[in-house]
């Protein structure tokens, strides 16, 4: 069955950085690829870009361009996100999901940017 | 990018009644292929989302058929034939015709 596991919760610094990783299972990797999203507390869900499982192409929401990576590995079948110079708005519970669609979720990683 | 306006944004029901959510497009969801990429999930408080409707009305694989999904263009809608205790929870809409992919505000739905 189709799993994706992701790393544990982060608190960080404002201005610091966040690399959030997201293991898949029971599907080929490279032939599908993986979304990001995040869901602020209690708010609804800000979808932040998509990449490519073979190709590595990547298609970022604008909001977010210049200030997020998406990458992957596909020897260990884990994607990637890194967000840069954190503010206290990117306090959020972020999800890798199954290519673009968002078939399948992984269970989310809390991350907390607090002084 | 594309809006998906839902409603009602909370809705009580009464077990075993029917309920319905509406979501409306900013944009046609049809695709070049012919098909709508309109997606339904429902998220438990704690939970990650499930995805319970794909393509408009397509089911995923083990959601109970008293879900069903209809639409086209820029109207669709998630109907629940009969609710069920488990139902409960928030249930957002997802576009996934248009770069950015964009979702609705989310309706809870609450007995």
């Known amino acids: 069955q189709v799993q994706l596991v992701q790393s544990g919760a982060e608190v960080k610094k404002p201005g610091a950085s966040v690399r959030v990783s997201c293991k898949s299972s029971g599907y080929t990797f490279v032939n599908y690829g993986i979304t990001w999203v995040r869901q602020a507390p209690g708010k609804g869900f800000e979808w932040m870009g998509w990449i490519n499982g073979y190709t590595g192409d990547t298609n970022y929401a604008q909001k977010f361009q210049g200030r997020v990576t998406i990458t992957t590995d596909a020897s260990t079948s884990t994607a990637f996100m890194e967000l840069r110079t954190l503010t206290s708005d990117d306090t959020a519970v972020y999800y890798c999901?199954?290519?673009?669609?968002?078939?399948?979720w992984g269970q989310g990683t809390l991350v907390t940017v607090s002084s | 990018d594309v809006v998906l306006s839902q409603s009602p944004l909370s809705l009580p029901v009464t077990l075993g009644q029917p309920a319905s959510i509406s979501c409306r497009s900013s944009q046609s969801l049809l695709y070049t292929d012919g098909d709508a990429y309109l997606n339904w999930y429902h998220q438990r408080p704690g939970q990650s989302p499930t995805r319970l409707i794909y393509?408009?009305?397509n089911r995923d694989s083990g959601v109970p058929d008293r879900f069903s999904g209809s639409g086209s263009g820029t109207d669709f809608r998630l109907n629940i034939s009969r609710v069920e205790a488990e139902d409960v929870g928030i249930y957002y809409c997802m576009q996934a015709t248009h770069w950015p992919r964009t979702f609705g505000q989310g309706t809870k739905v609450e007995i």
């Open positions: 999901a199954t290519d673009d669609q968002l078939d399948f």
């Open positions: 393509k408009v009305s």
